[in-house]
Nanobody, 115 residues
Framework: QVQLVESGGGLVQAGGSLRVSCAASVSIFSINYMAWYRQTPGKQRELVALITRGGSTNYADSVKGRFTISRDNADNTVYLQMNSLKPEDTAVYYC?????????WGQGTQVTVSS
């Protein structure tokens, strides 16, 4: 019932910045929370950052101080601003939403950080 469309992935050099976007097909206020996860081959999907309907945020320790999750209510879009990128940040980044007890995932967008 909720479509999540991601964009903004790409290739960036270490120390650079990138912003990925997740546009939801419904109002963000109807979503309990939205989050960004990432996954690399052979590893479990890892929670990177989340934002609740009320605007509270939380981050993985590995990205605190470097990544920022935010939202644009008018566009029903959540962003992940990634600064000071490191090669270990390389992963497929997935948008995730929880709404009325149901879970939704975006298709993922590749972020590659070169050294």
């Amino acid at each position: 019932q909720v479509q999540l469309v991601e964009s903004g992935g790409g290739l960036v050099q270490a120390g650079g910045s990138l912003r990925v976007s997740c546009a939801a097909s419904v109002s963000i206020f109807s979503i309990n929370y939205m989050a960004w996860y990432r996954q690399t081959p052979g590893k479990q999907r890892e929670l990177v950052a989340l934002i609740t309907r009320g605007g509270s945020t939380n981050y993985a320790d590995s990205v605190k101080g470097r990544f920022t999750i935010s939202r644009d209510n008018a566009d029903n879009t959540v962003y992940l601003q990634m600064n000071s990128l490191k090669p270990e940040d390389t992963a497929v980044y997935y948008c995730h939403a929880v709404r009325q007890g149901s879970y939704y995932w975006g298709q993922g967008t590749q972020v590659t950080v070169s050294s």
